[in-house]
């Protein structure tokens, strides 16, 4: 297994079956098996087909937030030893950032570790799940509680697979793409809210190309000298301490928000924070807020169920003592690390996401 962070084995391409099959040509003395959901066996599968003979053995997962468990992964060691795969096997991991950090979890716990690729089949996991190497799943509730950090060989991205997606699914890789313009440079998030407000439609998903090139540039930018998150690699959880909890905390309404939509909402409260916390621009913050609220859908969190939010919020992995650590904004491009020590600001900012989503109805 892999542990250096190498973005040269990010391969951005439009010529996914020919680079495949080189790259699986250089490494043919090896056993593959590939790890995909439901969805992408039936759309996504068949588009590389070809690159892998008739009788390849594929372990195909349940579609959801809810599939990404222990039993899961129990079943897919299971796989691994009925088809007796070894240290030297390769696992191939294709689908969204629920397959690649299962798939990628069970990779790099096999026999402690065997070597897998990503071949990442939604915006989300191009920009961001199948990058960088966090491999995970949820517990007892919670997101992303148990987990390795353990390198793919390499990252093959298609736009071929994105015509495959649902708006949801587009809504919620634009989630991580906004958050990785806000933390590191402002043209690009005008960049790319011109390109969702005025010209993006489902059909033109191909016409992405760049935008997630810079997307995930910019998420290596934020790993490569720091893989193991200690440091500069945190701010990338921008978004993440309120976008966890209401991503939890809509589950277990049985109303499950996509991953970068929650993200999307955490990034208006942290944003909120930022106001008070760290003099983020007021205005600006209201720009951006409307902005966000215009693309995305409206929410509406009952204040009663406030203290569940923070409840989950507990949880985060970036807590220190016992106290809410999340990462705001001085400005775009300038996060900071602040301890938020009063939970009535925690309040205040979802009071703010409820009324702003009021006022930004059409
Ligand atoms: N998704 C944030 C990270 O990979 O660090």
New binding site residues.
């Given amino acids: 297994m892999y542990i250096n962070f190498n973005p040269n084995d990010i391969i951005h391409t439009d010529e996914i079956i020919s680079d495949l099959k080189t790259y699986l040509n250089e490494n043919e003395t090896k056993q593959i098996f590939i790890i995909t959901d439901k969805n992408c066996l039936k759309l996504c599968y068949p588009l590389i087909k070809s690159v892998f003979p008739e009788n390849q053995s594929v372990f195909s997962i349940e579609i959801g937030e809810v599939y990404k468990t222990l039993e899961i992964v129990t079943k897919i060691w299971d796989f691994l030893f009925e088809k007796r795969a070894d240290k030297n096997s390769l696992i191939i991991n294709i689908g969204g950032g629920i397959v690649t950090d299962v798939g990628g979890f069970s990779a790099s716990t096999f026999k402690r570790g065997i070597s897998f690729i990503n071949i990442p089949t939604t915006l989300l996991a191009q920009v961001?799940a199948s990058v960088?190497g966090?491999t995970g799943i949820n517990y007892k509730g919670l997101k992303n509680q148990i987990g390795t950090i353990a390198m793919p060989e390499k990252v093959f991205v298609s736009p071929r697979f994105l015509k495959t997606l649902n708006s949801d699914d587009i809504l919620s890789g634009f989630g991580e793409m906004i958050k990785h313009a806000l933390i590191y440079n402002e043209k690009h998030y005008f960049e790319l809210i011109n390109f969702i407000k005025n010209e993006f439609t489902e059909k033109k998903i191909i016409n992405l190309s760049s935008l997630i090139n810079e997307s995930v540039n910019i998420k290596i930018h934020f790993?490569k000298n720091d893989v193991t998150?200690n440091g500069i690699?945190k701010m990338?959880?921008f978004g993440h301490t309120f976008g966890h909890a209401l991503e939890s905390y809509f589950f277990s309404k049985k109303k499950p928000v996509k991953h970068g939509i929650a993200v999307i909402y955490g990034i208006i409260c942290e944003l909120w924070l930022s106001v008070k916390y760290v003099n983020f621009d007021k205005e600006k913050f209201t720009k951006i807020a409307g902005e966000l609220l215009n693309i995305y859908p409206k929410i509406f969190i009952p204040e009663d169920e406030f203290n569940l939010i923070f409840g989950y919020m507990q949880y985060d992995k970036k807590n220190k003592n016992n106290t809410i650590q999340t990462v705001l904004l001085k400005d775009v491009g300038f996060p900071v690390i602040q301890r938020v020590p009063d939970k009535n600001d925690i309040f205040e900012s979802l009071q703010v996401l409820n009324s702003l989503s009021k006022e930004n109805i059409k």
């Fill in positions: 961001d960088g966090k790993v998150e690699r990338l959880n």
